[in-house]
């Protein structure tokens, strides 16, 4: 059974069991480790037969029930499984995206815009970097505005 599957009967039974008897579960440790689902169904079995809670018995065997079964696969951290789809993309792209290809700076790639540009972070003559010749092409005012 998928983990979704097992998260949804498990906060379930979280929800029940809080409403009827006060226990308050972990839904996702209950959905992950076998032992302690098997401790929360005995639980809500105890107390359906106590307090005459008949829907708590049925929700416990679903969670027993679910949990019996392994799942299909082993879960695989997503920071390795992206760190995996990266490595494969960088595989397929060929030696061009490897090594030795130039990365345009934003200079090259984007001309002046004919606004003053940000000085943030240049502490090293910051009067030189200010200054900057206006381009001959770039209009005065935009649309009328000042």
Do not use: C
């Not at 009827?20 to 959905?31: H, L, Q």
């Not at 679903?62 to 299909?72: D, G, H, Q, T, Y």
């Not at 700076?105 to 940000?118: H, L, N, Q």
């Amino acid at each position: 059974m998928s983990s979704s599957e097992k998260i949804a009967i498990a906060a379930h039974l979280h929800v029940l069991l809080r409403r009827k008897t006060g226990r308050v579960t972990d839904i996702e440790w209950m959905a992950a480790n076998r032992d302690y689902a098997l401790e929360i169904a005995r639980f809500s079995r105890q107390k359906a037969a106590e307090d005459g809670h008949a829907d708590l018995g049925v929700w416990a065997d679903k969670l027993e029930e679910i949990m019996a079964v392994p799942e299909s696969r082993p879960r695989v951290p997503l920071v390795k499984r992206v760190a995996d789809t990266v490595k494969e993309h960088a595989v397929l792209a060929g030696p061009a995206l490897q090594g030795g290809q130039s990365i345009d700076t934003e200079e090259a790639r984007y001309p002046e815009s004919g606004f003053i540009e940000s000085t943030f972070g240049a502490f090293q003559d910051s009067e030189a970097q200010r200054e900057r010749k206006p381009r001959e092409d770039a209009p005065r005012y935009v649309k009328g505005l000042r």
